[in-house]
């Protein structure tokens, strides 16, 4: 078990050195500084004409665009927050007429086992508009509908069913004047392909199987009720002072943001390391701590010395001077020194 931990720990290390130092544009990243400084992002689009197979097909592509418009903000405020690009301008306009004035035409799509539609556009109407909103670069995004094989549980899983499925898939391509596509959603630079579409519009029935015991299960079409209600699903803006975003689009612009990144932004992103802390001015910096070096010896002063007690002297002689600094009576043996009266005897060292 610590062996596996260790395993993990090491996988989770080593996705998140190397991923942040992947570039996922199809050109290197000097390349992409000196030619996109400015980029524009159109109105969220959605493809109408698109592989829609849901019943009241109108009333599903009027609900999403209404989520579209509530939305799109949300990827301008991340890209902005980012600083990956000098500068985002989002474009003003009618996302139904800029579709029909860029989109060539669209195509379905199977590389390597990711499924989506990649879209197609005019090179004259796109350099026209770069070069009205002075771009170096455009962002387009488009929902579409799209139907595609896949193996959906039952909420037990001892079940499940394997056929296709009708979904909302969200697709972006960055583009720059002359229509090349600088960087793309899904992704095909990355170790691991992954894509997840936007929103299922179908579901297998298994409660009705299993009520008339049957081993055929229905594809059904989610109600519009219940397709809205998915949509509003909203939580906290990922920038600050962010409206809140649906958890659908949230999902798709975490994946988004997390390819569009790079190791070092092109102009003075974010470091994702602690800032340094900022030198403090000399005059209010403390004083670095100095050593005193010893004071001098000084004699001490009169005041300082404290006279010792007299020593006794016989009987016949007169009343001897205090004596100072002697610790202690004369010593009596041979070697003594001598007090005469009124003389200081220093002190002693102890034996």
């Not at 996988?11 to 524009?40: D, M, W």
Request: aromatic share 8%; hydrophobic share 40%.
């Amino acid at each position: 078990m610590r062996n596996l931990f260790k395993l993990v720990l090491l996988v989770i290390c080593s996705s998140t050195f190397f991923g942040c130092a992947h570039n996922y544009y199809n050109v290197p990243q000097e390349t992409l500084e000196k030619r996109v400084k400015v980029v524009g992002v159109t109105p969220f689009f959605t493809d109408a004409d698109s592989d829609l197979r849901y019943p009241d097909k109108e009333a599903l592509v009027s609900l999403t665009r209404s989520y579209n418009a509530k939305n799109e903000k949300e990827l301008t405020a991340r890209l902005r927050d980012a600083a990956i690009f000098y500068s985002i301008r989002p474009l003003d306009g009618d996302p139904v007429t800029l579709f029909g004035r860029l989109v060539a035409n669209r195509e379905r799509r199977d590389d390597a086992g990711i499924i989506y539609n990649k879209y197609f556009f005019k090179k004259d109407e796109l350099r026209q508009i770069m070069n009205e909103n002075q771009l170096d670069a455009l962002l387009v995004v488009t929902v579409s509908g799209i139907t595609m094989q896949s193996k959906i549980y039952a909420s037990n899983y001892l079940a499940y069913l394997e056929t296709d499925f009708n979904y909302l898939t969200m697709t972006a391509q960055l583009l720059d004047r002359d229509g090349a596509i600088l960087w793309e959603y899904p992704n095909f630079r990355r170790s691991a392909l992954s894509y997840a579409p936007l929103l299922g519009l179908q579901y297998p029935d298994f409660d009705e199987a299993k009520a008339n015991l049957s081993e055929k299960v229905d594809v059904k079409n989610k109600t519009l009720t219940g397709i809205n209600a998915a949509f509003a699903q909203s939580e906290s803006s990922a920038v600050a002072k962010g409206h809140d975003v649906s958890s659908l689009y949230a999902r798709q612009f975490d994946d988004m943001m997390s390819l569009l990144k790079l190791k070092k932004p092109l102009f003075g992103g974010k470091d994702d390391a602690a800032p340094a802390t900022p030198a403090t001015p000399a005059a209010s910096q403390p004083a670095p701590a100095v050593t005193p070096a010893p004071a001098p010896a000084r004699p001490a002063p009169v005041s300082e010395i404290k006279p010792v007690r007299p020593v006794s002297p016989p009987p016949e002689a007169p009343a001897p001077a205090p004596a100072v600094n002697v610790p202690a009576p004369a010593p009596t043996d041979s070697n003594a020194i001598q007090v005469a009266p009124g003389d200081v005897v220093p002190e002693q060292p102890a034996k």
